[in-house]
């Protein structure tokens, strides 16, 4: 059987996408490769995202357990139900006495459906944000477009120069060692070249509809949390929020980009259909990679 050390160092191998290590440096073999390098680089980069925090689920599930920590001492919120009717959250203590106070779950959930009201888009803002991010995202391919051109002529460049160096080679006015190693740079910088090429035509044709059915999801949070079990309520919470933390009833909290900008929107009722330099910062996708690479948009 694969033990988990075994299966790691398969996943980490570079030769499974067309590149093997050799001296401690990676050159490109002539076998054909079984996967993308950005579905490798991918992998590599949940793995090392893995948190080492588990939690025992046993018994009822509780929307807040393991999400929020204590603002006074660090330490774990828990959850309680008392008389099989009442939810309380506090802190657990494990660091000893605590200023914290209980706090009924109701008045956590409160807050957070204060904040799903300015998530909230107008139909008219939300027709009006679509069509920018589509506008944005054609703006980015001819970018893409005209990138991978200018590869392809430092590829092509390189190309020649190796041929060349071979003439030179044969005609001896160049060392076989001082070909050898020529070559060997050259054929590094193709290889990070291609690799450019691959990442530039990754990018996911299917942003604009992606982006687009986000906004809608984020516009109804607070109809799909009320109407959600237990462990979807989680996810959409760890999917807007990060670094929440409770002090006293006030539950505080950081809005994951580009959800602070739509709530700050909201806050002030303020969406401009035509979109304002602010807007269409958060409107813009990564550069070189496709949607999936990002935790967040």
């Known amino acids: 059987p694969i033990n988990k050390t075994h299966a790691a160092r398969i996943l980490e191998n570079p030769f499974y996408y067309g590149e093997m290590a050799v001296k401690g440096k990676l050159?490109?073999?002539?076998?054909?490769?079984l996967i993308e390098r950005w579905l490798s680089d991918k992998?590599?980069?949940?793995?090392?995202?893995?948190?080492?925090?588990?939690f025992m689920s046993k018994?009822?599930?509780?929307?807040?357990?393991?999400?929020?920590h204590c603002a006074h001492c660090g330490c774990m919120v828990?959850?309680?139900?008392?008389?099989?009717?009442?939810t309380y959250l506090c802190c657990n203590r494990y660091k000893g006495n605590c200023d914290s106070v209980r706090v009924r779950e109701e008045k956590v959930l409160e807050q957070l459906n204060e904040l799903f009201d300015h998530l909230r888009i107008p139909d008219k803002a939300l027709v009006s944000l679509t069509a920018q991010i589509k506008e944005s995202f054609e703006y980015d391919q001819k970018y893409y477009q005209s990138k991978m051109e200018l590869v392809k002529k430092d590829y092509d460049c390189i190309e020649r120069r190796i041929k060349t160096?071979?003439?030179?080679?044969?005609?001896?006015r160049i060392t076989?060692?001082?070909y050898d190693k020529r070559v060997t740079?050259?054929?590094?910088?193709?290889?990070?070249?291609?690799?450019?090429?691959q990442s530039y035509a990754q990018t996911d044709k299917s942003f604009p509809t992606t982006v687009e059915a986000v906004l809608n999801l984020v516009s109804q949070a607070d109809k799909l949390f009320e109407s959600s079990k237990v462990d979807e309520k989680r996810q959409l919470i760890n999917f807007l929020l990060s670094n929440l933390l409770l002090e006293g009833q006030k539950l505080h909290y950081t809005l994951k980009k580009p959800f602070d900008v739509i709530?700050?929107?909201?806050?002030?009722?303020?969406?401009?259909?035509?979109?304002?330099?602010?807007?269409r910062s958060w409107l813009r996708r990564p550069v070189l990679y496709p949607l999936s690479y990002g935790d967040t948009l």
Not at 270 to 277: E, I, T
Request: charged letters at 40%.
């Open 27 to 33: 050159y490109k073999h002539r076998y054909e490769p």
């Open 59 to 68: 018994g009822k599930q509780y929307i807040f357990k393991g999400l929020i």
């Open 263 to 279: 709530a700050e929107c909201g806050k002030k009722k303020d969406w401009r259909p035509r979109g304002d330099s602010n807007t």
């Open 185 to 197: 740079e050259y054929k590094t910088k193709q290889a990070e070249l291609n690799h450019r090429l």
């Open 78 to 86: 828990t959850s309680d139900r008392k008389k099989n009717k009442y």
């Open 165 to 172: 160096m071979y003439e030179d080679r044969l005609d001896g």
């Open 176 to 178: 076989t060692e001082e």
């Open 43 to 54: 992998c590599r980069a949940v793995s090392e995202g893995r948190t080492s925090t588990k």
